[in-house]
């Protein structure tokens, strides 16, 4: 089951992509992740990105293109993946696109994540990341069990994400509207979109992402 997530920032295809990944044990491909821990590291794609994210803006396209490429050549991704954050410009669609027909597989849905703008800013305003193992909660809708700590780290704070502040998101949105959003008439005139009302809650999206994927995986593309 090959899947792209598209969607604004803030509209839970983090949440969802990891909750599928363990479900159908395929890799979750989020390239805001890879970009940060590769901030983590010091490596030098690391100190490219970080001024561009810390900012709202958008990684270049080479930098990601190339390490999304490299990423899908790994033996995990035999069984399939599942893209959160990428594509987020039509030239990296496009240079997809073309990696995927050179690695001759084929993609199966993109999933497009609609929630309406208060939505959106009450998730990310609220959201808060472990600094350790990047699990994510909600100060009202996913408090952890220990107020400010991890669930799964001991002794670990939980944080909020540098682009997390007010300032930061409208750039975010700003960049999705103008960049990213051409992607959904893109995927639609491949045909291959499917739209999904984000602004439900986890358990009901599960469910209906569950309808969208049922012929996808009783059809088994592998
Ligand atoms: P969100 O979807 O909540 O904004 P992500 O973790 O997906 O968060 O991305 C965080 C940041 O990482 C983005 O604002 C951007 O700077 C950078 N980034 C992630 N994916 C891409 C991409 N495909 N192209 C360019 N920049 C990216
Ligand atoms: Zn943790």
């Not at 792209?4 to 909750?19: E, M, N, S």
């Not at 944080?159 to 509207?177: A, G, H």
């Given at each position: 089951?090959?899947?792209?997530?598209?969607?604004?920032?803030?509209?839970?295809?983090?949440?969802?992509?990891?909750?599928?990944?363990?479900?159908?044990?395929?890799?979750?491909?989020?390239?805001?992740?890879?970009?940060?821990?590769k901030?983590?590291?010091?490596s030098e794609i690391g100190?490219k990105a970080?001024?561009?994210?810390?900012?709202?803006?958008?990684?270049?396209?080479?930098v990601?293109?190339?390490?999304?490429?490299?990423?899908?050549?790994?033996?995990?991704?035999?069984?399939?993946?599942?893209?959160?954050?990428?594509?987020?410009?039509?030239?990296?669609?496009?240079?997809?696109?073309?990696?995927?027909?050179?690695?001759?597989?084929?993609?199966?849905?993109?999933?497009?994540?609609?929630?309406?703008?208060?939505?959106?800013?009450?998730?990310?305003?609220?959201?808060?990341?472990?600094?350790?193992?990047?699990?994510?909660?909600?100060?009202?809708?996913?408090?952890?069990?220990?107020?400010?700590?991890?669930?799964?780290?001991?002794?670990?704070?939980?944080?909020?994400?540098?682009?997390?502040?007010?300032?930061?998101?409208?750039?975010?949105?700003?960049?999705?509207?103008?960049?990213?959003?051409?992607?959904?008439?893109?995927?639609?005139?491949?045909?291959?979109?499917?739209?999904?009302?984000?602004?439900?809650?986890?358990?009901?999206?599960?469910?209906?992402?569950?309808?969208?994927?049922?012929?996808?995986?009783?059809?088994?593309?592998?």
């Amino acid at each position: 089951m090959r899947l792209v997530f598209l969607g604004p920032p803030g509209a839970g295809k983090g949440t969802h992509a990891k909750i599928l990944s363990e479900r159908y044990q395929i890799p979750h491909i989020s390239t805001g992740d890879i970009l940060r821990s590769k901030i983590k590291d010091g490596s030098e794609i690391g100190k490219k990105a970080k001024q561009f994210m810390e900012s709202g803006g958008l990684v270049p396209d080479e930098v990601v293109i190339d390490m999304v490429t490299e990423r899908l050549q790994e033996p995990d991704t035999k069984k399939g993946f599942l893209l959160d954050g990428f594509p987020r410009t039509l030239n990296q669609a496009k240079a997809f696109d073309l990696a995927l027909s050179q690695l001759e597989m084929k993609l199966d849905s993109v999933l497009y994540f609609k929630a309406s703008l208060e939505t959106l800013l009450m998730r990310l305003t609220g959201r808060r990341v472990c600094s350790q193992c990047g699990a994510t909660y909600h100060v009202k809708n996913l408090p952890p069990k220990k107020e400010g700590f991890c669930d799964f780290c001991e002794n670990t704070e939980i944080i909020q994400r540098k682009d997390d502040n007010e300032d930061t998101i409208k750039n975010r949105l700003d960049v999705y509207d103008k960049d990213t959003a051409p992607l959904i008439n893109f995927y639609k005139s491949l045909d291959v979109l499917s739209d999904m009302n984000a602004d439900l809650d986890v358990e009901e999206l599960d469910i209906d992402l569950e309808k969208v994927l049922a012929p996808i995986v009783n059809g088994g593309s592998e």
